[in-house]
């Protein structure tokens, strides 16, 4: 920006300040609209962030599905497997008395 020097008159001091007017609603503007980009950018990378959450928890949903409808194969074909992983997780689970 060069340096003019401005009439000392009264139509040559209200041009400048309505130059000066003018700059500082520029730069306002500017500001407000780096402001929105980078809130923008935010919470763009933030939705992009959640949706690799999402799509994790899905995969990992999937994959318990299949390994569930897999283990249910195998018990109905060896029953005595799913009685015996029964009989084992309720020995783990029950209080141990112990003197009586």
Request: net charge neutral; charged share 30%.
């Amino acid at each position: 920006m060069s340096q003019q020097r401005v009439p000392l008159d009264a139509q040559g001091i209200n041009n400048a300040l309505t130059q000066l007017k003018k700059q500082l609603s520029q730069i306002e503007g500017e500001a407000i609209s780096i402001r929105g980009d980078a809130t923008t950018q935010l919470f763009q990378n933030f939705a992009q962030i959640l949706g690799g959450v999402f799509q994790e928890r899905e995969a990992s949903v999937k994959a318990l599905d299949e390994a569930k409808a897999t283990l249910e194969n195998i018990f109905r074909g060896h029953p005595e497997i799913k009685i015996a992983l029964d009989k084992e997780a309720k020995e783990k689970t029950a209080p141990e008395i112990k003197g009586k």
